[in-house]
């Protein structure tokens, strides 16, 4: 079986992030680049298959700036077995997903694990938009995936807004993972050597024959807007009467 | 630019809030980029919710009736919309930011070639939306290329449309290109509340670690929600325990909220917090660390021990 991860490198969520002066874009220095957070689980998840399936090869793919190979070497490095790259920039998530459509018709996975939001765009669009354009089942926000033992469906448990709703979707199929599908591993000091000698393939994303223009142009960015200096109170009692009598919501 | 569309969101028979403000979103876009305001309502049987829906007084409710519909399927609803949009000629689709309209949304975006902007938080009278990235931290203001576009907008940034209108109605008879391996439902598990809907609610109180297990939710938290007459919210942190269940999880990865009050017990503020409540308009924190960042964004910060300040204010309040 093969079980494909596509992960997009993002700044650290502990980076604090500031729009340049320009208000043309953030400001990248001193900014950490990590493995976007449910790209994480979402390799997690695919090797905790693994490890219980066997037989199972782990594909990542990213796509994005040459620089993106660090967080490739890092999801190898937690186990995945080889890793593909495809070199392209500025792509919004119609390009990003244009290409991975591509590059599951050239790998055949079984199914696909995704993030269910990068945490740079905060788009939660390329899981949904990939499903489409292969046809594919999509199961978004899942906390819970069990496949069954023909390796032919999966049911899912999805976190929803009024709770939780459980799916079946026949594989292959799309899967976005919520923070609470699992505790996404380490990678080992053993498993980053090793990573260092696993296969990564570079595709120049220009030669997939797919139309690679942004729809959605990001013409400024400004900073939000700042709320006004609050106080502190020094008892429950002025609290009470602050919420009372200045701000008048109680 | 032709119509926009709107995607009416139900449960159980009703319209949620969300539905009311993505009609106020859609008639707010009508109003600066032209057409007609056009609000969908697709399931398997329609019943009273057209006459629901008429009541949002969109220049029309068009409903599509067919038993694929049933269940919210992301993958049917959206064949379904798609040919919705090309029937009444939708330039600009708009989603609520829901889970359900966040799942839609891209892959209809993708069906029809369309450009999507997520979570729009303003409409500009050139045609250009607002969006937030970086959990906030940032505001894009974005172009969408091409005739047809999609939105979801964030539901605390709109206003809902009022329910004193009566659109007509037309039942639409559309075929829905069905997937080949379409995904099915199995069962759903509904976090069950006497409590106002989180993102509905005028006043929420949210617990985070501090509260330490599930059982000071219920008997330290808990007596204060219910006197205010709030929803209860949480932190990341306070779900993955395990204290309570996911959906209310507040922040850039949970529900985006802005009552009147949010009082915040317990929370360090993290940003991806703070990217859940920051717009609330009056903001309370309980927090016995004087240097936690969520006194940076709260109208009235009380540094106190969370388990004497929370009884204490229960009971002057009740
Ligand atoms: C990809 C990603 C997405 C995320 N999405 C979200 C999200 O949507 N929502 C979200 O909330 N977080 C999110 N987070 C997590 C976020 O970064 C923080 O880890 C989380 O918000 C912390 O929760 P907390 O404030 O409850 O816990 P902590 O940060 O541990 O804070 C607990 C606070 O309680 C206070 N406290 C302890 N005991 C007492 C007491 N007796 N009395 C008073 N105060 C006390 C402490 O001083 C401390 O400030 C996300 C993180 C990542 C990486
Ligand atoms: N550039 C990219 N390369 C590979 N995968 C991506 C890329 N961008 C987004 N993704 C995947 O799509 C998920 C959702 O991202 P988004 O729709 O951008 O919020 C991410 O968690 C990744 O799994």
């Known amino acids: 079986m093969k079980i494909l991860v596509a992960i997009k490198r993002v700044p650290d969520a502990e980076t604090t992030i500031k729009v340049n002066p320009e208000g043309t874009g953030i400001v990248n220095a001193g900014v950490k680049w990590v493995v976007n957070p449910f790209c994480e689980i979402a390799i997690e998840e695919a090797l905790k298959i693994k490890e219980t399936k066997g037989d199972v090869e782990v594909v990542l793919v990213t796509v994005g700036r040459s620089e993106s190979q660090e967080q490739l070497r890092t999801g190898l490095a937690m186990g995945a077995d080889r890793a593909i790259l495809v070199t392209a920039e500025n792509l919004d998530t119609t390009g990003v997903s244009r290409v991975l459509a591509k590059i599951v018709e050239k790998e055949s996975p079984d199914v696909v694990f995704l993030g269910k939001q990068a945490i740079d765009d905060d788009s939660n669009e390329v899981g949904q938009m990939l499903a489409q354009r292969l046809g594919w089942a999509q199961a978004c926000y899942i906390s819970e995936f069990n496949m069954a033992d023909d390796a032919k469906s999966a049911q899912v448990v999805r976190e929803i807004d009024g709770g939780m709703r459980t799916d079946k979707v026949m594989l292959p199929a799309i899967i976005t993972a919520d923070l609470r599908l699992n505790e996404p591993r380490y990678a080992s000091l053993p498993g980053i050597m090793k990573a260092r000698k696993k296969p990564l393939e570079e595709i120049d994303g220009a030669s997939l024959g797919v139309d690679l223009e942004p729809k959605i142009i990001i013409k400024s960015m400004a900073p939000p807007p700042a709320r006004a200096a609050g106080r502190l109170v020094e008892s429950v009692d002025e609290l009470i009467n602050a919420l009372k009598n200045e701000a008048k919501v109680l | ?318």
């Open chain 2, 1 to 318: 630019m032709g119509n926009v569309l709107i995607f009416a969101e139900h449960a159980h028979g009703e319209l949620p809030k969300a539905t009311a403000i993505a009609v106020g979103a859609g008639k707010e876009a009508a109003q600066k980029l032209g057409g007609d305001t056009i609000l969908a309502v697709l399931n398997n049987t329609i019943g009273g919710l057209a006459e629901r829906a008429a009541k949002l007084g969109a220049t029309k409710v068009v409903t599509v009736e067919n038993p694929a519909l049933e269940h919210n399927m992301a993958d049917v609803t959206a064949a379904a919309l798609g040919e919705v949009a090309k029937a009444v000629d939708a330039g600009l689709i708009v989603f609520a930011a829901t889970t359900l309209g966040k799942e839609i949304a891209p892959r209809l975006a993708a069906a029809l070639e369309a450009a999507t902007a997520s979570d729009v938080t303003g409409i500009n009278d050139d045609g250009t939306f607002v969006r937030p990235m970086y959990a906030g931290s940032a505001f894009a203001t974005v172009e969408l290329k091409g005739d047809r576009k999609i939105i979801s907008v964030r539901t605390t940034a709109f206003e809902p449309a009022a329910e004193d209108g009566s659109s007509p109605i037309e039942a639409l008879s559309v075929d829905i290109p069905m997937p080949g391996n379409p995904a099915e439902f199995v069962s759903q598990a509904e976090t069950k509340s006497d409590r106002p809907v989180l993102t509905e609610a005028n006043r929420v109180v949210a617990g985070g670690r501090g509260l330490k297990n599930a059982e000071n939710f219920t008997t330290v938290l808990e007596p204060l929600v219910d006197a205010l007459g709030a929803a209860m919210g949480a932190s990341r942190a306070a779900v993955d325990a395990g204290y309570v269940p996911n959906d209310l999880q507040v922040g850039q990865t949970g529900k985006v909220v802005a009552p009147a009050l949010y009082i915040a017990v317990g929370i360090s503020g993290a940003i991806q917090h703070l990217a859940g409540m920051k717009d609330s308009k009056v903001i309370v924190a309980i927090n016995k660390d004087a240097e936690a960042p969520i006194f940076s964004v709260a109208d009235y910060g009380l540094v106190a021990d969370l388990f004497e300040a929370v009884p204490e204010m229960t009971g002057k309040i009740a």
